[in-house]
């Protein structure tokens, strides 16, 4: 049986019905049909006789030439591209053909008919059919031609134009004939660059706009060879109707490709989501392939594809689609899913979209939270999710679970209250080899990474359960991953980057940071690490954090396209004074954001190694009357108003970097009234007992003793948000995050304690500790606080004048990244 397409009267007796009702996608052309203005010319051609003064392949060359700033005896055209793929092989001096497959099945049949060998060079499936320029010039035999397709017909795949060009260049002792049939779809070809004394490049009008019943072709290439192609074509090969519409189409520009890689991008979405692999295209077409064939069942609903079991290394499980209106192409989609049912590996998955990252701290974090919002200020509901999260900043969820404090900005992105489904791994590195695990909101242990590794395969189980519940119950999802999918010592164990994206077939987008320079090396870098299936999830680029002109980047994302096949989707400016808070300790810096007031108090936040949540003083940071600075060793400490010790996920080890550094001593003398909160609280105490080795080796360890407390480790882990009143400073809230156990040894401290009665903070003279984080997050008591200092310097107390809220910043985020990226393709290619 005939099940390859083209002729859609044998396809209609097939499917019993008349052609007309047949929906062909086996055929090729542009969705939108002829552009405007050809079919009157085809008509005015059908009416015009001769004499001509000259064979219009002639007077076509000239045209040619004209355009490409070439001698007309570089061109020749003919009745179709087909006559001349058969006319070259008759001239040229080779015995042997190597032929790119799959490919153009009349390459082989022109070359055996002029007496070449002809031999195969199979593209690679695992590669997506991208060919390997170095591995095909040496499959080729001294003197022989190469012949291959740019995009490859049927699999769409293309090799960079400047690449390909190099290729040739650099093997003077083979020919090359380059079929670019499908290149305007591409948007390059080797037209536009130099011609060489061994290229042919055959150049087919019918495609791409949409004449296939019009025969015109025309090919470029050195002139001797040129004319002894000419000697062998018959005078009038270019009839009128193809010669005029040759010369409305060279005189013009009028047809547009965007329409086409739009509809290509959503027609290839919607396979994929109906269980089918479809390998990227750089054409008007995609390549498919399905657990079983599907020629035959799609025929009997009257739809028609291109088999394609008789293309050299393919089989009936491969067919090819053209891309056709948006109607048409729902039709095929609609058609496809009960077809393919049975075989689906998965249901059709919730729409979502994934922000990866060249590196840490590119900003994927805070984009994925203005992608939350956009998404919820367009009507969806939307959740955010991060599989696996390495951080200290943690947040306590209501139900009392921990998650990474960046995944619970997301949630407020969505107005959602923090889910441990959100995050449902998270790390909190105690030392430079391990990290406490902390699996849906609760401990379950300290590892060692080797330790933590093994496990992995297990935990893979409970991330895929808690996303799968979390997506249930919304519109959307909005991934982030961590670190970079390049790492390839970690690709075997992903389970945050590309195999969560493969999980939740969403398009990955790539983010890189501008601002510390190599962002176009690193997403080509990070591109060439991807597998062909990675690649195929990966949407295209995003640069962040860019100060200056947008427009100045334009050719640096031309070449990034040209290298990778994918686009720059929008640069996102540098986001000064934006208010969110840092994904982690990477991010842990205090620019001064506001102006700052005459009379200022001067805050030290105290860096010991292993920091946690230290945007509990971000709040602080937005005062005017507060200057924030970091210090890391005792001769930077100075005499400040304020001293701040943040958490600490290794408070032991903490006081040890302190006593190194010089900090230690000082800090016990020192005048500064002095803050802790959490792993600060713990330090400020006399000791510090960890007899089941929670945080440390060791079983007890003196503390800075300026507060008149003792602190007991214990495995079981505070996580609490709640209420506490604050001596004189008033009731405020926040949450807990700990597994120490703090009581006063002496009834001359001060105790905070929560509405039930239980202790969450102590304070005596010029000493405050506490254990909620979040608690300068209130306006009311971060002024109280604030006044507190400034009457112990004898300055005036303030009002409220500020508002920490991150509302405000959010939407800022979002109408940026709004302007910036065309969204109404997003969610074509998400599936919304």
Known sequence: MIRHGGDRAFLAQLAHCDPGEILDFSVNLHPSGMPDGLPAVLLRALNKVGPYPEPHAESLSRLAGAKWNRPAGEFLFGNGSSELLELLPRVLPCREALIVTPGYLEYARSCEKAGLTVREFPLREERDFVPDLTELVRAASPGGLVIMGNPDNPTGATAPASSLWETVKANEGLFFLIDEAFAEFSGETLLELPPLPNLFVLHSLTKFY???????????????????????????????????????????????????????????????????????????????????????????????????????????????VAVRSRGDNEKLLQAIA????????????????????????????????????????????????????????????????????????????????????????????????????????????????????????????????????????????????????????????????????????????????????????????????????????????????????????????????????????????????????????????????????????????????HISNFTDFAPLEQEPDVRLRIVEEGDDLGDPDLILLPGSKSVAGDMERLRLSGLWEKLKRSSAYLCGICGGLQMLGERICDPEHVESAGVCAEGLGLLPLETVMAPEKTLLRTRSLCGDLGETSGYEIHHGRTRALAETVTVHRTPDGRETGFEKGNCFGTYLHGIFDDDRFRRAFLNRLRKRKNWPETPERTHYGIEEALNKLADHVRSRVDLKKLYRRMGL
């Not at 002139?223 to 090969?237: F, G, K, P």
């Not at 929008?570 to 004074?577: A, L, R």
């Not at 982690?584 to 805050?603: E, I, R």
Request: charged share 20%.
């Open 338 to 609: 009960p077809s393919q049912a049975p075989y689906i590996a998965c249901k059709r998955p919730k729409p979502a979209v994934m922000l990866q990252g060249t590196c840490s701290n590119a900003g994927k974090s805070v984009l994925a939270a203005a992608f939350c919002r956009i998404l919820l200020q367009d009507g969806f509901s939307v959740a955010p999710f991060k599989a696996q999260n390495m951080a200290l900043n943690s947040f306590v969820t209501p139900d009392g679970g921990e998650i990474g404090r960046a995944q619970a900005v997301q949630a407020e992105a969505c107005r959602l209250d923090p889910d441990v489904r959100m995050n449902p791994i998270l790390l909190k590195p105690d030392s430079d080899l391990g990290s406490q695990v902390v699996v849906m909101g609760h401990p379950i242990g300290n590892f060692k990474v080797r330790d933590y590794f093994r496990k992995k395969k297990e935990l893979w189980r409970q991330v895929t359960a808690a996303y799968d519940s979390l997506a249930s119950e919304h519109d959307c999802v909005v991934l982030e991953g961590a670190g970079s999918p390049g790492e390839v010592n970690l690709k075997s164990s992903d389970i945050v980057n590309m195999n969560m994206a493969k999980y939740a077939c969403a398009p990955v987008i790539l983010t890189g940071d501008i601002d510390r320079g190599g962002v176009y090396a690193s997403f080509i870098g990070t591109w060439m690490t991807l597998e062909p299936g990675e690649r195929e999830l990966l949407y295209g680029f995003l640069v962040n954090k860019f100060r200056g002109d947008p427009s100045l980047l334009r050719d640096a994302h031309t070449y990034v396209e040209k290298m990778t096949g994918k686009p720059v989707l929008g640069v996102i400016d540098f986001q000064h004074k934006l208010g969110l808070p840092e994904e982690d300790s990477v991010g842990f810096s205090f620019a001064a954001q506001t102006a700052k007031d005459a009379l200022c108090l001067d805050a030290a936040v105290i860096h010991p190694g």
């Open 210 to 320: 949409a004449m296939a019943g019009v025969r015109a072709g025309f090919i470029r290439g050195p002139e001797q060879w040129i004319a002894a192609m000419r000697e062998l074509q018959t005078t009038w090969s270019v009839g009128t109707v193809a010669a005029e519409a040759a010369a409305f189409l060279l005189s013009s520009d009028v047809q547009d490709r965007a329409v086409v890689d739009e509809l290509r991008e959503e027609l290839a979405s919607g396979l994929r989501a109906a269980g089918l692999k479809v390998y990227p295209s750089h054409a008007n077409y995609l390549l498919c392939r399905s657990e079983r064939p599907l020629f035959e069942a799609l025929l009997e609903k009257r739809i028609a594809v291109r088999d394609c079991s008789n293309y050299p290394g393919l089989d009936g499980h491969y067919f090819r």
